[in-house]
């Protein structure tokens, strides 16, 4: 078959990355009769110095049209970088949260799975990682905070800042679909994050979500608190399987979630609409620290990679062998720095492209 992807780069570590994605993308399709064709779009910082704008809407068009989107990352150091002098809709993080938006992008996944060969840069305590963990955090990435009404202004004398979470009934309901279809093809169990005993949009997240169970019944259901979710986390992390959430406490427990991996380095994310179509990223960002260095750890990329061939192209064997020739690398001892323990040789960037390439079969 023939694909077309639209591959933003980005800004930082995220030309690197992507790079190696891509080529691991070219290796499957030649060992399993595939192309995809690449047409590089910009976002982010890079698309400001060119256009003065961190998304075009000609960016979104192509994008629009393709088969699926590959994601790198974008943004700069936030102290430091020009980007951040600008007004807040100008700045990197506004293209990504333009396209989520355009695209309707509303179902973020980011599996957190702890490698067995990874459980020394877990840092969690060694009989927590004993037990590993394995959980796909479901985030809805088009409402909430993020999207609602903000303004900062002087009210009676006094400046104000505002912004609005609202989310409505529908906007629930096809995410918790989405989030128990997720756990029909995993362990089947379900736990809703929220604060319910705080805010009126967690006492709807509930009841909607309590309704799409019913549907459900293999599925074994739970709520929790956000804040005793933020604990759980690093207690008793093999406790969940799909974690259901909106968007601003996804946005906190993935990064949560991510690093008791043992590096952010590792995971992979999809972002998907209501049909196949979704945006494969790296959960880590843009890491302007070490940009260029051809130091960072691709893995994150090229196993979002793997979830676009098996999420929006339903290519389950292709992304096998990509999980697998990561797994081998794993296996392998092969460590990028963010991963090695003192003294562990290390590879660079491109290189562990080549031997996750050399691993697939
Ligand atoms: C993420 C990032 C973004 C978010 C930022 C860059 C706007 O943290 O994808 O988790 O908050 O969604
Ligand atoms: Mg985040």
Request: glycine share 8%.
């Amino acid at each position: 078959m023939n694909y077309n992807l639209a591959v933003i780069k980005g800004d930082g570590i995220g030309p690197e990355i992507v790079t190696v994605a891509m080529r691991v993308l070219d290796k499957v399709g030649e060992v399993y009769g595939h192309t995809f064709n690449y047409n590089e779009i910009l976002m982010g910082g890079c698309s400001i110095d060119k256009y003065g704008d961190p998304l075009t809407d000609e960016a979104i068009e192509i994008a629009k049209s393709s088969d699926a989107v590959l994601l790198g990352s974008i943004g700069g150091n936030t102290a430091t970088s020009p980007w951040y002098k600008l007004p807040p809709e100008k700045r990197p993080e506004a293209g990504l949260l333009k396209i989520r938006k355009s695209l309707g992008l509303f179902a973020n996944l980011r599996p957190a799975y702890l490698y067995p060969e990874l459980k020394d840069a877990c840092p969690l305590k060694a009989e927590v990682a004993e037990r590993g963990f394995d959980m796909m955090m479901m985030r809805e990435l088009t409402g909430g905070l993020y999207f609602g009404e903000r303004y900062t202004k002087e009210i009676d004398g006094v400046m104000t800042a505002v912004d609005t979470l609202t989310y409505n009934e529908n906007e629930i309901r096809r995410i918790a679909i989405k989030g128990f279809d997720i756990a029909m093809k995993r362990r089947k169990k379900v736990t809703l994050i929220d604060k319910a005993n705080v805010l009126d949009s967690s006492r709807l997240w509930r009841k909607v979500t309590e309704e799409v169970a019913k549907d459900y019944p293999e599925v074994e259901y739970g709520v929790m608190l956000v804040d005793n979710a933020a604990m759980q986390l690093v207690k008793d992390p093999a406790q969940f399987d799909v974690v259901l959430t909106e968007n601003m406490f996804g946005d906190i427990l993935s990064d949560e979630a991510s690093q008791i991996t043992g590096s952010i380095g590792m995971l992979p994310s999809a972002s998907l609409n209501e049909t196949k179509f979704g945006m494969y990223e790296p959960s880590g960002g843009s890491a302007p620290d070490i940009a260029g260095k051809n130091i960072a750890n691709p893995i994150a990329t090229v196993l979002s990679a793997a979830m676009m061939l098996r999420y929006s192209f339903d290519l389950d064997k292709e992304a096998d062998a990509i999980e697998n020739a990561v797994k081998k690398v794993l296996a392998d001892g092969i460590r990028t720095i963010d991963i090695a323990k003192p003294g562990e040789p290390q590879v660079k960037c491109d290189e562990m492209g080549d031997l996750i390439i050399e691993r697939i079969k």
